[in-house]
C-alpha cells in the first residue's frame, strides 16, 4: 500500500551557486566573513545555512556564550578551528562535524587563517547568550606575518 507523503508547502526550492552570494561582514563575529546560503529564507526561518569565514587574526575569539537553538551543526570544509566546550579543548580539522547540543557552553578561540566552515542552526533568529566561562583560555596560534615575507 502506497502511502501518500505531504510535504511542507511553507518552504521554498534554493539552489545558491558559488557566484549568487558573496562573502560579507555583519555577522555575528566581526573576525569572520559570512556567505548566506539562501536557506534561511528557503524555510522561512526554521534553519539558517552560511558559510563562514576566517576574516582577522584571533585576538579574543567569541567569548563563552551558548546558543538559544533546537540544533546547531558545524562543518569545518577547510583548515582547522580550537573550540572550548565546556571545560575541553577541542580541534575541529577539515571534514570534521561538530553537532553542538542546545545549551552547550563554548568559546572558539582559535582558528586558522584559512578556516571556513558551514554552520547550519534552527530555528534561523537563533541567540547568543554571554556567559561566565567554567575555565581559562589557552593561548591562540599566532598567524605569520606575510607582509614581511620576500
Same mark, same amino acid.
Request: hydrophobic share 40%.
Given at each position: 500500500?502506497? &502511502?501518500?507523503?505531504?510535504?511542507?508547502? %511553507? +518552504?521554498?526550492?534554493?539552489?545558491? &551557486?558559488?557566484?549568487?552570494?558573496?562573502?560579507?561582514? %555583519?555577522? =555575528?563575529? *566581526?573576525?569572520? =566573513?559570512?556567505?548566506? =546560503?539562501?536557506?534561511?529564507?528557503?524555510?522561512?526561518?526554521?534553519?539558517?545555512?552560511?558559510?563562514?569565514?576566517?576574516?582577522?587574526?584571533?585576538? +579574543? %575569539?567569541?567569548?563563552?556564550?551558548?546558543?538559544?537553538?533546537?540544533?546547531?551543526? /558545524?562543518?569545518?570544509? &577547510? %583548515?582547522?578551528?580550537?573550540?572550548?566546550?565546556?571545560?575541553?579543548?577541542?580541534?575541529?580539522?577539515?571534514?570534521?562535524? /561538530?553537532?553542538?547540543?542546545?545549551?552547550?557552553?563554548?568559546?572558539?578561540?582559535?582558528?586558522?587563517?584559512?578556516?571556513?566552515?558551514?554552520?547550519?542552526?534552527? $530555528?534561523? *533568529?537563533?541567540?547568543?547568550?554571554?556567559?561566565?566561562?567554567?575555565?581559562?583560555? $589557552?593561548?591562540?596560534?599566532?598567524?605569520?606575518?606575510?607582509?614581511?615575507?620576500?
Amino acid at each position: 500500500m502506497n &502511502k501518500l507523503v505531504e510535504f511542507d508547502r %511553507g +518552504t521554498q526550492f534554493s539552489h545558491v &551557486k558559488p557566484t549568487d552570494t558573496q562573502y560579507l561582514p %555583519g555577522g =555575528l563575529r *566581526d573576525f569572520f =566573513l559570512y556567505r548566506d =546560503l539562501g536557506i534561511a529564507s528557503a524555510t522561512n526561518g526554521r534553519v539558517i545555512a552560511h558559510l563562514v569565514r576566517a576574516n582577522l587574526a584571533p585576538t +579574543t %575569539g567569541t567569548g563563552w556564550h551558548y546558543h538559544v537553538a533546537e540544533f546547531q551543526i /558545524v562543518i569545518m570544509m &577547510k %583548515g582547522w578551528a580550537r573550540f572550548m566546550y565546556e571545560d575541553q579543548v577541542t580541534l575541529v580539522s577539515a571534514g570534521d562535524v /561538530v553537532h553542538q547540543r542546545p545549551g552547550i557552553v563554548h568559546y572558539l578561540f582559535d582558528y586558522s587563517p584559512d578556516m571556513e566552515y558551514m554552520e547550519i542552526v534552527g $530555528p534561523a *533568529d537563533f541567540q547568543s547568550v554571554s556567559v561566565e566561562g567554567p575555565c581559562a583560555i $589557552p593561548p591562540v596560534t599566532p598567524w605569520p606575518d606575510i607582509s614581511s615575507a620576500t
